[in-house]
């Protein structure tokens, strides 16, 4: 069985400096994060490369660990493949992926009114998680009586 | 018998936001799936496309996964493009299924066009070793 899982969190962005909250639950079944990549999915059109577009703030297990401050950037065309950031954050059973997004975009036409040239983006943090041992979830199905019967069956 | 082989899986894609599920084998001769590669002919059709893919019956990405997760541009080298897979991943007669999403594209002319997904195929059974790792020879 495969035991990592690519756990994708999408941020929608619509105004211009917008604070996006991230507060998600990863499914129980994760035992450890081992990376992470954050990426510009679709919305931004700019025919050249722009640095950053933005900031991000991951906390692991409902605020408990701060691991991850960085910042997005915008690519114009395919380069490289992406390189997942190495993590290596034990989870806790369902606790939350928290943190904000943070649109930080510089408008390159002065002139022109900021409501005018902002489009809504969306942005995706991908997490690289690697499942629990096997011993879990059979300790897990056993919490239900009749799943545990039907097992045994 | 070789040991590597680049299986390719054609999806047609014939108009904007197409959502196509696609399934094909994997050639018995070879046991393990290292790494994938997907391929499109414009830039303009890859911003917000999606691929899920199961083998065997496992996921491995999930329907929302990015396809410019899995794809590089031309100036990578050979055999630095494919998305490499940590884990043992079976091949020998796997069953491949996933399915592709178009992201409505403006531009027509584009379309229809075909996606290659290259899965990569090896009958090693070792791990392959990490960037800047050497081979080391044991002694006895």
Known sequence: MTKIRYHIIKL????????????????????RCVGYVVRHVKGIGSDVDIPEIGLV?????SRKQLYVNDFVGYEFQVDQ?????????????????????????KNPYPLIDIKEWFRPYQVAIYLKCELQNSKQHVRSSCIHPVAAEAAAN | MKNHKFQQIRIRINAPGDSVRFAAETDKLYAKVRGVFASVPSDQVLVGATIGLKINGLDVFDDAHEVRMITCGNQVAPNNKFFRFEEHIEAGGSSVEGRYTDPRGTNTALYPYDVKLYLWLVNETHQPEKHGEKHSEKHP
């Open chain 1, 81 to 105: 493949l992406p390189e997942y950031q190495e993590l290596n954050i034990p989870l806790e059973s369902g606790q939350l992926v928290t943190g904000f997004y943070l649109d930080t975009q």
């Open chain 1, 57 to 61: 703030a991951i906390e692991f297990n």
């Open chain 1, 12 to 31: 929608d962005v619509t105004e211009y400096e917008q604070v996006v909250e991230i507060r998600h639950r990863l499914p129980s079944n994760y035992g």
